[in-house]
């Protein structure tokens, strides 16, 4: 097996853009926890959620994209 640095760490569009909303999701639980706010906790928590499911779709395809090539 080969390493190729301009394929082997290309990541799609959906893994990337879940990792940001989880990020996003855990900063607005936290901040929504430190000054009481619980519809901003609730948010941040959906994010969570969000960006995980958009990561999984994400690394399942580029585990498709890597078995394919």
Known sequence: MNFHP???LIMSKERV???VQKAVGAAK???GK???N???QVEGAADKVVG???EAVGKAKDAIHK???
């Open 6 to 8: 301009t394929e082997d």
């Open 29 to 31: 639980q936290s901040i």
């Open 38 to 40: 619980e519809k901003l």
């Open 17 to 19: 853009e879940g990792a």
């Open 34 to 36: 430190a000054v009481g």
């Open 52 to 54: 995980s499911v958009k």
């Open 67 to 69: 078995a394919t090539r």
